[in-house]
């Protein structure tokens, strides 16, 4: 069983949901980001999903493009991703996803991207702006290597998307729970529950939430529902906040990320 089936259903035996954590690689500084990482697995995330800088993030609202310049500035490329992940790998075996843009994995070539990050630690791949009828070459590449495939529906996803979709998928669903790009809200999207019943009737896949997820009792609410949530911004936030205490974030995203974990606990 691989690393994220694991996770899943370790989570599954123990009643709850997973935590999925989001952090952009290299942000804000590839020290700092890698502290980063340890400290919200040690909080308790069962999955790491890295975000790899892209100048052009379509996918995200403001507060993971300012996460990716400041990696970008800070000197991330495809090389110092890979060697983020390689270091984290050498402590934990916690599941990491990419979350990132075709323009990143094509220009490396496809086959090259796809076996660097499998040969780094890497079990899986979500990219974002590859819908799954264009995704032959990395869906080739991902079963040759053995990383998993994860895609996106969103809540405007038709039925014979969804089947696609789920058909192409190897990972997990990420169900985007609002339409727009991603960021801390005060309201949570309605008809989550109902959401995951109707992509559940297309896989076995587990489910997870993302989008908008920002406090404990939203990650409570939302993992009612589902086989796990995503909390990516509510965690930049504490990096954005701590840029001039750089010594310091490890121990405060800790704090915030156990806070966030306790929902599905």
Do not use: W
């Not at 959401?195 to 609410?221: C, D, N, W």
């Amino acid at each position: 069983m691989d690393r994220i089936a694991q996770a899943f259903t370790r989570a599954r035996q123990e009643k709850r949901a997973a935590f999925v954590a989001y952090l952009c690689a290299g942000d804000p500084d590839f020290n700092s980001s890698l502290a980063a990482c340890r400290a919200v697995i040690d909080a308790g995330a069962d999955v790491l999903e890295l975000g790899v800088p892209f100048s052009d993030p379509l996918a995200d609202g403001l507060t993971n493009q300012l996460a990716a310049q400041r990696a970008l500035e800070g000197g991330m490329n495809a090389a110092r991703v890979f060697e983020l992940v390689r270091q984290i790998r050498e402590k934990s075996q916690v599941p990491l996803v990419f979350y990132t843009y075709y323009n990143l994995v094509f220009s490396n070539g496809v086959d090259n991207y796809v076996r660097a990050a499998k040969e780094a630690g890497v079990d899986g791949m979500l990219t974002l702006d590859l819908p799954p009828e264009e995704a032959g070459e990395v869906l080739e590449a991902c079963r040759k290597y053995g990383v998993k495939t994860v895609f996106i529906v969103a809540p405007t996803t038709p039925p014979e998307r969804l089947e696609k979709i789920c058909a192409a998928a190897t990972g997990f669903i990420y169900y985007v729970s609002r339409e727009g790009v991603t960021g801390v809200r005060d309201q949570m999207a309605v008809n989550i529950p109902e959401a995951v019943t109707r992509i559940r009737q297309h896989t076995a896949l587990p489910v997870v939430v993302g989008f908008g997820i920002s406090t404990p009792a939203q990650v409570k609410e939302v993992a009612r529902a589902s086989d796990g949530v995503v909390v990516g911004s509510a965690l930049v936030n504490v990096i954005k906040e701590n840029l001039d205490n750089r010594a310091g974030l490890p121990a405060r995203l800790r704090i915030r990320a156990a806070e966030l974990v306790g929902g599905v606990r």
